[in-house]
């Protein structure tokens, strides 16, 4: 009797070490300190604008085991627009362009993510902005990911690109005499912290 008990928990046991290993996504967020959201505009075809938001906040899940990325939310301050030429960024934050006072916020989110490479993907999301929502896919890569060495919490590290049309989102002032730049490429770096 104690031999087949013996067998049962010995069986017991090799099939729950043979059992397939859950996935199991943990939660980051973004650190305010340590986030890049840039773009990249033309200005009548002789240079172009670098410009940046100075306030962003957003979360995601990730599973480093299976590469699995999920609930993707970054919501980006439009009052936060930074150029360094004061006259620009309030014209940048008036109706013309990203209407700040009536909509403050431009969020991208996303439920997954394809995997190109060892540590590359593509994020095929939304982007609301003006009130409108349209596709926007980002390439991002996954630097980094381990203990900070400055405060030991658990770090991920992100570079991503992307790019859109202004005009999309009925963003049109200066497109058709050609002064500002429809397209505009997104520059995106950040760290994450484990939660």
Same mark, same amino acid.
């Given at each position: @009797? ?8 010995? =069986?017991?046991?090799?099939? #729950?070490?043979? $059992? ?11 650190? *305010?300190?340590?986030?890049?959201? #840039? %773009? =990249? &505009? ?8 670098? /410009? @940046? !938001? ?7 899940? %990730?599973?480093?085991?299976? $590469?699995?990325?999920?609930? =993707? ?8 627009? %930074? ?13 013309? !362009?990203?209407?700040?006072?009536? !909509? ?5 989110? #996303? ?9 590359? %993907? ?17 390439? $991002? ?5 381990? *203990? ?7 770090? @991920?590290? &992100?570079?991503?690109?992307?790019? !859109? ?5 009925? @963003? ?5 005499? /050609? ?17």
């Amino acid at each position: @009797m104690k031999a087949a008990r013996d067998l049962s928990a010995a =069986l017991l046991a090799l099939f #729950a070490a043979a $059992a397939p290993v859950r996935a199991e996504p943990a939660r980051y967020e973004l650190d *305010p300190d340590h986030i890049t959201i #840039a %773009f =990249l &505009v033309e200005h009548i075809g002789y240079a172009k604008v670098l /410009g @940046m !938001f100075r306030a962003a906040r957003g979360s995601y899940t %990730f599973d480093e085991a299976t $590469a699995t990325l999920g609930a =993707l939310r970054i919501e980006v301050d439009t009052q936060s627009v %930074f150029t360094n030429v004061g006259s620009r960024d309030r014209h940048l934050r008036s109706a013309d !362009f990203l209407n700040s006072s009536e !909509f403050p916020r431009m969020v991208f989110t #996303a439920n997954g993510a394809r995997r190109t490479g060892d540590r590359s %993907f593509e994020i095929a999301g939304q982007l609301e902005l003006l009130g409108r929502s349209q596709p926007l896919t980002i390439q $991002a890569t996954w630097n980094k990911s381990g *203990p900070s060495p400055i405060d030991k919490s658990y770090v @991920m590290g &992100v570079s991503a690109r992307g790019s !859109f049309k202004r005009s999309a989102y009925g @963003m049109n002032y200066g497109v058709a005499n /050609g002064w500002v730049g429809d397209e505009v490429p997104l520059i995106i770096e950040f760290e994450a912290q484990r939660k």
